[in-house]
C-alpha cells in the first residue's frame, strides 16, 4: 500500500505545533497502525529525523495507553471497535491520504506530537474511583451476594480502559463517559455503596475542574468507545449525583 | 441546601435545570398547541377560549389575570434559567477544546448539536417576533385587541408571516425531539430498556406539537381557513 500521512508535529507542550506531510510506499495492509508508525519512524530515524512521538503499550487493545484521531475517528472506525493498536492498515485504501492528529481537549494538553497528557482522568479516579477494601484476612467468597444481571452491567462499566477517546470525539471535549463508567461500574456493586455519595460527587467535582466540557446526550462518546461504554452510565452518574444533591451531611 | 447549590454548580446540575425548565416550557407548547387547535372551532369559540385564558383562568381561586401572569412569570423564569445554563454550558464545552482538529468527521449528532444551541436562538428571536406579532400586535398590520380569530387568519394569510412561522417551528420541533430525550437521560430515568420508550414519547409529542400547530398556517395558506 502506498499512502500519504498528515501528522501533527509539536516538539514540546509549549511549541507551536504543525502538519507534516510523509510518504510511505511499501505499507503491509496485515500491518497494525502502530507498526505502520513504527515502520515511518525507521525511515525517519534513517534520515536523521525526529521520530513521531505516541503513546503505545500493550498493542492487545486492553490497556488504554494508546489512542491518535485518524481522519477525525478517534481510535480510526467505528465499524470493528478497537483501539488505534489493533486497527489494521487493510481497513485503509491504498493512494489515501491519512490526517493523525492527537486527543484535543483543554484537559489534555499535548506533550508532545501525537502524546498527550491524560492525568485528569488520574485525578477523576483518585478522587472516589476507589472503594475501601479491608486489607489482610481475604473475605469469604459467598459473604456479599451480586445478582447476575448487575454483575454483568457493572463488568461492562468496568471494561473501560481509560484511553480518553471518549473526550477526543464529544463535540464538547467531555469527560463525562469515562468519569460515569468509573461511578456506574462501583455504583452498581455492593463493595460500592459505602462511599457512593462522596465518589461522585468527589469525581463530578474533579472532572469538572479539569476543563472538560459538559455533555449534550449526542452519544459521540460511546461511539467512540473501544470498549463500547453504553450511555446508560451517564444517565446512572446523573441520578446519583441528583440524590447526593438532596442528601444531608 | 448547600447540596443543591453545589449540585448546581456542577455542569450536571447546570443541565438538571436544563431538563427541569425544558419540560415545563415544553409542556407549555404542548398546551398551547392544543389551545390553537379552538381556531378549528371558529371565531367566537377561539375569542371565548382566548379570553377564559386571560380572566378566568384559575377561577375561583385566582382573580382576573393572575393565572395569565402567574404563567407569564413561570415561563419568564424557565427561559431565563435554560437560556443561562445552556450559555455556560456552551462558553465550558468551547472552553474545553481550544484547539479544534484539521479533519472532521460529518456527523449527524455534531450537527444536531450545534442545531441544538444556534436553534435555540432562533427560537428565542422567534418568540419576541411571536409576542410583537400575535399578543402584543405591534408589528401585526390589522391587529385588533381581543379580535384572536381574525389576528390569526389575517396574520397567516401574509404568506411571508406562514413561511415563517412554519420554518420556526420546524426548528423549534428538532429541539422538543431532542430536548424530551435528553430531558429523561439528563435526570438519570434513562437506560438500555427504557431508550426506546423515551425515544418514541420524544418523537410522539414532537410529532403531536408539529402537526397541530403546523395545520393553522397551513389551513390558512390552503383557504380551509379564512
Redesign the interface.
Same mark, same amino acid.
Given at each position: 500500500m502506498r499512502l500519504t500521512l498528515?501528522i501533527?508535529r509539536q516538539k514540546h507542550a509549549q511549541a507551536r505545533g504543525h502538519?507534516a506531510t510523509y510518504r510511505m510506499d511499501d505499507v503491509s495492509p496485515d500491518m497494525s497502525f502502530l507498526e505502520m508508525l513504527d515502520v515511518l519512524n525507521e525511515q525517519l530515524t534513517e534520515a536523521g529525523e525526529e521520530p513521531v512521538a505516541f503513546d503505545h503499550d500493550c498493542r492487545e487493545g486492553i490497556c488504554g495507553m494508546c489512542g491518535v484521531?485518524i481522519?477525525?475517528?478517534p481510535h480510526g472506525q467505528h465499524k470493528h471497535r478497537t483501539t488505534t493498536c489493533q486497527l489494521h492498515m487493510r481497513n485503509f485504501r491504498s493512494g489515501e491520504t491519512i490526517?493523525i %492528529?492527537p486527543w484535543?481537549?483543554?484537559?489534555f494538553p499535548v506533550i508532545k506530537d501525537l502524546i498527550v497528557d491524560r492525568s485528569a482522568f488520574d485525578r477523576v479516579i483518585q478522587n472516589g474511583g476507589f472503594i475501601t477494601a479491608p486489607t489482610n484476612t481475604i473475605p469469604e467468597a459467598n459473604a456479599v451476594l451480586v445478582a447476575k444481571d448487575r454483575s454483568d452491567l457493572a463488568m461492562d462499566a468496568a471494561a473501560c480502559i481509560g484511553c480518553g477517546a471518549c473526550v477526543a470525539a464529544c463535540?464538547?471535549?467531555?469527560a463525562?463517559l469515562f468519569t460515569a463508567a468509573k461511578i456506574t461500574h462501583l455504583g452498581l456493586l455492593p463493595q460500592g455503596q459505602p462511599e457512593r455519595t462522596m465518589r461522585v460527587?468527589g469525581m463530578?467535582?474533579v &472532572? !469538572?475542574q479539569s476543563?472538560? /466540557?459538559?455533555?449534550?446526550?449526542?452519544? %459521540?462518546c460511546s461511539?467512540a468507545c473501544p470498549k463500547e461504554i453504553? *450511555? !446508560?452510565s451517564?444517565?446512572? &452518574?446523573?441520578? !446519583? *449525583?441528583?440524590k447526593? /444533591?438532596?442528601?444531608r451531611g | 441546601m448547600t447540596g443543591i447549590l453545589s449540585l448546581y454548580r456542577s455542569t450536571i446540575g447546570k443541565k438538571v435545570v436544563m431538563a427541569l425548565t425544558g419540560f415545563i416550557l415544553t409542556a407549555y407548547v404542548f398546551v398551547h398547541m392544543i389551545g390553537n387547535l379552538k381556531v378549528f372551532a371558529g371565531a367566537e369559540k377561539l375569542n371565548h377560549y382566548a379570553e377564559w385564558l386571560r380572566l378566568d383562568m384559575g377561577y375561583p381561586i385566582l382573580a382576573s389575570f393572575q393565572g395569565l401572569w402567574i404563567t407569564r412569570i413561570v415561563l419568564l423564569v424557565a427561559v431565563g434559567l435554560h437560556v443561562i445554563s445552556a450559555l455556560q454550558l456552551w462558553a465550558m464545552a468551547n472552553a474545553g477544546r481550544a484547539v479544534g482538529y484539521a479533519q472532521k468527521k460529518p456527523s449527524y449528532t455534531v450537527y444536531l448539536g450545534q442545531m441544538m444551541r444556534l436553534g435555540g436562538i432562533a427560537i428565542a428571536f422567534f418568540i419576541g417576533y411571536h409576542l410583537l406579532h400575535l399578543t402584543t400586535g405591534s408589528i401585526h398590520p390589522e391587529f385588533v385587541h381581543g379580535e384572536v380569530y381574525h389576528n390569526v387568519i389575517s396574520g397567516f394569510q401574509n404568506t411571508l408571516v406562514s413561511v415563517f412561522y412554519i420554518a420556526a417551528l420546524v426548528a423549534l420541533g428538532v429541539h422538543i425531539l431532542h430536548g424530551t430525550w435528553s430531558m429523561f437521560q439528563t435526570l438519570g430515568l434513562n437506560n438500555r430498556r427504557y431508550d426506546a420508550m423515551w425515544r418514541t414519547v420524544a418523537l410522539l409529542v414532537t410529532l403531536a406539537i408539529l402537526v397541530g400547530d403546523l395545520s393553522i398556517p397551513v389551513a390558512v395558506l390552503a383557504g380551509w381557513l379564512y
Open positions: 498528515r501533527w502538519f484521531v481522519n477525525g475517528i490526517t %492528529e484535543r481537549a483543554k484537559a463535540p464538547n471535549a467531555s463525562m460527587v463530578v467535582r &472532572m !469538572d476543563g472538560f /466540557g459538559g455533555c449534550t446526550n449526542l452519544g %459521540e461511539l453504553h *450511555l !446508560d451517564i444517565a446512572q &452518574m446523573n441520578l !446519583d *449525583l441528583i447526593a /444533591g438532596f442528601r | -
